[in-house]
């Protein structure tokens, strides 16, 4: 069983940054690719970005591109989130995914992940 806890969220004003980061357990980290997903109110839940189980490819949604930089640690099983230049649209929950197979292709659909934390709110005023 995967357990994913993300922390980092909080109020920012436009044109800011934020720092996300998530903490797994339960499954070898270093085997599995790692995604950030968000869902503001109403909508439905979006990719965001993703990395590659070894680190080496990433892929980001239009968006945030840019802006946004995905990395990870596989010594301390942790993913992150810079985001920089933040847009009052930037507010929603933020989600950590993990991967469902290990080795997999790296995934831009919430079908790509069978793991989630439990959201961390982002707020960015104008």
């Known amino acids: 069983q995967v357990q994913l806890v993300e922390s980092g969220g909080g109020l920012v004003q436009a044109g800011g940054s934020l720092s996300l980061s998530c903490a797994a357990s339960?499954?070898?980290?270093?085997?599995?690719?790692m995604g950030w997903f968000r869902q503001a109110p109403g909508k439905e839940r979006e990719f965001v970005a993703a990395?590659?189980?070894?680190?080496?490819?990433?892929k980001y949604a239009d968006s945030v591109k840019g802006r946004f930089t995905i990395s990870r640690d596989n010594a301390k099983y942790t993913v992150g989130l810079q985001m920089n230049s933040l847009k009052p649209e930037d507010t929603a929950v933020y989600y950590c995914?993990?991967?469902?197979?290990?080795?997999?292709?790296?995934?831009?659909?919430?079908?790509?992940?069978?793991?989630w934390g439990q959201g961390t709110q982002v707020t960015v005023s104008s």
């Open positions: 995914a993990f991967g469902t197979i290990p080795f997999g292709r790296l995934g831009i659909a919430p079908y790509d992940y069978d793991y």
């Open positions: 339960g499954r070898t980290f270093s085997s599995y690719n």
């Open positions: 990395i590659r189980w070894g680190g080496v490819g990433t």
